[in-house]
């Protein structure tokens, strides 16, 4: 019986046949082969029930599932028995001739695996076909890299917030509390756009902040300190708007508020109000020729690389990295599962970094200190 060209998945293959010929040969009846045969509909509905009973959100399960049936469909499965690691390989090989990011790629093959994973544990499949297949590395095909804004850019981003008019209905002052929250708890735009007053724990020691777990990515309810400077900005900001306990602040999040705010647009025009009053500080013929083709307050630098609304996270987490915070501590503020995500995407190391790490390293010495050392 022909199995797979990668051995892991070969061997996985082999472990279910051998396993089948073994409780033939004694004789024994395993209801996993019953499970095998139904119809394919009928495990993703049990699937679909078990997701919305450990409460995650109406919107995971939908795009959860929808990505599993798309790959059923594509790869003609009618029963669990028929799936393989060899048909979702092609499938997902397709989505990215198609045009889709490997880290799209790779979102659909975290949702079949959690189907498979689930089918396993349910003994609806001896084992997982799936186990095999690994991620593929999203650095060698970034559609959309971020980057951390420095102290000074994300000032003059606050500023200019603060007296911009407004933009997506959502008020200046109300777009820099905004900014700040975010840079300085790495909160993210669903998770924001879930607060209302009594979220914060303003008076508490620590002072914190709290999203429910129906918000929060990870489907759990996570609980953030606050900075002492953003308690003092949050009292001032919510002592002049007045909010009712249960306001939704910042309505942004679909939802929250029906409408899906466009908070890119948002830091896309604030930075270009901060930038163009940069401009205009110099009179120096020289010095704004310098400005101009500099990255300094720019939504895409030359690299790239877009100071967007999630670029507040990863000026978050690059901030407790140059405040010299254990990486093991920067993981558990960030609310990573995986201190390398943490360490190598949201982390940011720029030349300025750099030179200051390298002006730390003690001196070479004189001539005299060679020879005493030689």
């Not at 008020?171 to 509390?177: E, K, L, S, V």
């Not at 129906?214 to 900075?227: C, G, M, N, P």
């Not at 953003?230 to 249960?246: G, I, S, Y």
Request: net charge positive; glycine share 4%; with cysteine.
């Amino acid at each position: 019986m022909p199995l797979a060209s990668d051995k892991r998945v070969a061997q996985a293959m082999l472990n279910d046949l051998v396993a089948k010929v073994e409780r033939q040969k004694a004789g024994l009846e395993d209801p996993v082969d019953e499970e095998m045969q139904k119809p394919i509909d009928t495990h993703l509905a049990d699937f679909e029930s078990s997701q919305k009973a450990k409460n995650n959100s109406t919107r995971y399960v939908l795009e959860t599932l929808g990505k599993i049936r798309r790959c059923v469909e594509a790869c003609r499965w009618r029963r669990i028995a028929q799936i393989k690691a060899t048909d979702v390989q092609r499938f997902l090989a397709n989505l990215r001739d198609e045009g889709l990011s490997v880290q799209t790629s790779n979102h659909y093959l975290r949702a079949i695996k959690c189907f498979t994973r689930w089918l396993t544990i349910n003994r609806r499949l001896r084992s997982n076909p799936l186990d095999g297949l690994a991620m593929l590395n999203v650095r060698v095909d970034r559609r959309h890299d971020r980057r951390a804004l420095s102290r000074d850019e994300f000032w003059r981003l606050v500023d200019a917030a603060n007296s911009g008019p407004v933009v997506e209905s959502i008020p200046g002052i109300d777009r820099a509390m905004l900014y700040v929250l975010a840079a300085w708890t790495g909160l993210r735009k669903g998770e924001i756009g879930s607060l209302t007053p009594a979220s914060f724990r303003l008076a508490s020691n620590p002072p914190t902040v709290t999203v429910a777990a129906a918000y929060s990515k990870h489907r759990r309810e996570d609980t953030q300190v606050l900075h002492p400077e953003v308690v003092t900005r949050l009292r001032e900001w919510l002592t002049l708007r007045q909010p009712a306990d249960d306001e939704i602040l910042f309505p942004i999040s679909k939802r929250t508020c029906g409408l899906d705010r466009k908070t890119a647009k948002m830091m896309r025009e604030d930075l270009a109000a901060a930038r163009r009053v940069w401009l205009a500080e110099t009179d120096d013929p020289a010095e704004r020729h310098r400005r101009l083709q500099s990255d300094f307050l720019k939504y895409k630098d030359s690299q790239n690389r877009f100071a967007d609304f999630h670029a507040n996270r990863h000026t978050f987490i690059t901030n407790l990295c140059r405040a010299d915070v254990a990486p093991k501590t920067v993981q558990t503020l960030a609310r990573h599962g995986d201190i390398r995500l943490t360490m190598n995407l949201y982390s940011h190391v720029d030349l300025a970094d750099q030179s200051a790490a390298i002006a730390r390293l003690p001196g070479v010495g004189g001539n005299e200190a060679m020879r005493g050392a030689g």
